[in-house]
């Protein structure tokens, strides 16, 4: 239903009008009156109506100066001039000023008045594809502009962004007012949606001379609202934060600030991620913190993590990982570098127990650091659990299977016969036979291969280095690591790696 708001001074006239035609038929919804040009601004600011039938002469304010007064201030709406036998030249003036048509209020009857509602029904409805198109085109217009500005915010090298020459970066058709709103939400319309409600004195902000635009990575939302017009403002009220995601908006600013802004917001959406905040916040509130290069997330416990994982010891995995994610919102590591690492640890460990993985959606698009927290511990389960389905016994020899499960939990340890002799109670030699024939190699030859086997996914899926990795899987020095190894695979732990990394690589073709 297209909007309509009638205006005539004198009430006798405006119920005859009003109760002339059923405006629903024809599609309009009456949703308003008003009996003079400033009622009726009123309400063009609060309804932003599709059709404005309007008197011309009428006290307070004309309808020639409402006219002007709506064009002035940017509203699109129709106008139908209702005029008597000695105003044409009000009319004529309504006309210059892109009112749709007149009618003259002694003549005007059912037939004329459904006629020029015909006719501007057809003027909203290729209005109205003119503005999908060029909401379509406005969503795409700035995509360039906003990829190269995330990119910069979040270069891995020492140092800040580059943002002091942000309007080299502008097209040249740029408006120059930008309102702007990044939302820990990727389902674009619900932001969108979201973000034209609030701060905006009135809802003509919904069909003003806007361009409205989007950018969405990891799981990040941001709004932008482009514009010509000085952005009128308030601040949101407190019951229109009914949102289950934080969001930070900036008041409108010169687009020559955006690149600024816009790191400024997603520095305070990182906090808000880390501490579960919801609701809208301003980016003036800083929380405290100044823009300073990125801290590094030590290796230590992501390191500790991947082995303790190796050996499927659960409580420490679980004790690990809340050390890895305080660390993380201690030093308020941006929210894609969080979620890049949880997605890269997730298909490591997919690979780890040989599990086809499972989608990464489910991460990226987390709205909060703890809710990121336990749906990746659930996933470690579900690949501990895996792992544990998979690693069926190899013997029929109760004890033989109980040394091989130490082995494949333990590897990092130092692991003998005498030790294992000593586990399960039995006299060493006896278990030297008895596991070369449950097994078909002895136990040293075992361990080796075994690690061997663990080694190979720490080179090919972590930057461990070669020493790092060796002691990881349990080998005692370098050297020793290497000549097994290379005795095991006829290829040494570096050269795997190079290969590995080739195969990986992404094919071109020509």
Known sequence: MWKLIIVEDEPLVRRTIVGRINWREHGFEL?????NGQEAFELIRSCSPDLVITDIVMPLMDGIELLKE??????????LMLTC????????????????????????DVKSLEAALHKIKRELESRAEVRELQAK????????????????????DNGLPGLENEMESLPAFSPQNVFMCAFLNDNTDFCLEQARRIGFLGSDVMNGPYEWSSFTQDGITTVFCWSDRTLAWKVPASDESGILCAAVYAKPFSASKLGTVWFDALLMLDRCWHDGRIGFVSVDARFGQSRQPFSALSWSHERELLLIFEQSKVEACKTILDLLWNEMRELTIPVTFVKETTVRLDHLFARIVNHPGLPSGELTGVASSQRLKELFWQR??????????????????????????????NYDENITLKSMARYVAMEEHYVSRLFKSKVGENLINYVQHYRVEKAKVFLAESDLSVSDVGCNVGFSNDNYFIKIFKRVTGITPSVYRKRMESQNEPQHTS
Do not use: P
Not at 85 to 107: D, H, P, T, V
Not at 137 to 155: E, N, P, T
Not at 385 to 409: C, G, M, P, V, Y
């Open 137 to 156: 085109q406005s969503l795409y217009r700035y995509r360039d502009l906003y990829r190269s500005l995330w990119d910069r915010f979040y270069l891995r």
């Open 380 to 409: 470690i389960e579900r690949y501990l659990q895996h792992k544990a389905a998979s690693e069926e016994d190899l013997t029929d020899h109760e004890e033989i299977n109980k040394i091989i499960r130490f082995i494949r939990q």
């Open 70 to 79: 709506t064009r002035t201030g940017g509203w699109d709406c129709r106008f």
């Open 85 to 108: 036998m000695n105003e044409f030249e009000f009319a004529r003036q309504a006309l210059e000023y892109g009112a749709s048509g007149y009618l003259l209020k002694l003549s005007m």
């Open 31 to 35: 949703v308003g009156e008003a009996g």
